[in-house]
């Protein structure tokens, strides 16, 4: 589960010196064994184009930093408050910020001796995240595995994504993106040479549900997918399977259909879970299937083996 970084607190410009790009981060998992094959090391791009109501990671919709503070953790130092340079934090019992004023400097991030107080998202330079992966090559070599980007959207920072793939491909790191399918299809396409591995999210075919509960259409998702399914021939197809949203015999048999008439490699039923219903309330941010139940293993299974019978190659879980 991903953890906001909190070690750089400001957001100094996009472009290093020597003109590589930066990218906005919100986490480097180390030790991943979900994201791909082997021993991964994860980096979560910030920002997303969709906005679904299941997703456990709000902390990368933002495409910019966020400050998030945990009353849980507050000691009621008062650092906060005097470190502010915009006097955007009031003493009131507690530090109250307000977010019309406050610059997400992450001034009161730097001084908050508890933690209380998060900078979500920090700019990287290739080289140092480059550097931060290649601390485990002896665990990628060993276990066949390497980098996944995801996110939040990897390609909504193409530049900063290509870079970081080139970087990684010539130290001979296996590569993965994980994608929602809402980008531009001739960048995609370009990219997709340098990557060994996509994991592609497709959540519903019913083009209304899909714009009800993500924010946007998914013909750009679908087209893309299809697209993307004759260059490159190691998609992993993501399913997340939420109750009464996308698990209908309607829904499983219109994927099925689509899927069948392109070329993918597997397909991951991801059950839907709770786990990252807290971090909303961090956010200040509401979490629309607050009170939804996973759904029965049964059901899953039903899915997976309904899968199976048309040939897919089905795993339960990512």
Not at 110 to 120: F, L, R, Y
Not at 304 to 317: L, Q, S, W, Y
Request: hydrophobic share 40%; charged share 25%.
């Amino acid at each position: 589960m991903p953890i906001p970084c909190t070690d750089v607190l400001s957001a100094p410009a996009r472009i290093e010196t020597d003109s590589k790009p930066k990218g906005l981060i919100f986490d480097v998992m180390r030790f991943s064994v979900h994201d791909g094959p082997g021993i991964r090391t994860t980096v979560f791009f910030k920002g997303c184009p969709l906005e679904c109501w299941w997703c456990h990671n709000p902390e990368g919709l933002s495409p910019e930093p966020e400050v998030v503070y945990v009353p849980d953790k507050c000691v009621l130092c008062g650092d906060c408050v005097a470190a502010c340079p915009n006097h955007a934090i009031a003493w009131r019992d507690r530090p109250v910020r307000d977010p019309q004023v406050c610059k997400k400097c992450g001034d009161c991030a730097a001084v908050c001796p508890a933690e209380a107080t998060q900078m979500i998202g920090r700019w990287i330079g290739v080289d140092e995240l480059v550097a931060r992966v290649s601390k485990d090559l002896v665990f990628f070599e060993e276990s066949g595995g390497g980098v996944t980007f995801s996110g939040g959207e990897p390609f909504l920072q193409a530049d900063f994504l290509e870079a970081a793939l080139d970087a990684c491909r010539a130290r001979g790191i296996h590569t993965v993106v994980e994608t929602c399918g809402v980008v531009n299809q001739k960048v995609l396409l370009r990219l997709s040479a340098k990557v060994d591995l996509f994991l592609y999210d497709v959540k519903m075919m019913d083009r209304a549900k899909h714009l009800k509960y993500t924010g946007a259409p998914n013909d750009s998702i679908l087209a893309n997918l299809a697209a993307l399914a004759q260059h490159h021939n190691n998609i992993h197809v993501r399913f997340p399977v939420i109750s009464e949203v996308n698990d209908a015999d309607r829904d499983v048999a219109e994927m099925a259909c689509f899927l069948k008439s392109i070329k993918i490699s597997r397909l991951d039923l991801l059950p839907y879970h709770a786990i990252g219903g807290d971090k909303y309330r961090r956010l200040n941010r509401a979490y629309r299937l607050e009170g939804m139940r996973a759904p029965a293993p049964e059901k899953i299974q039903a899915i997976a083996e309904r899968f199976m019978r048309d040939g897919f190659v089905v795993r339960i879980g990512g």
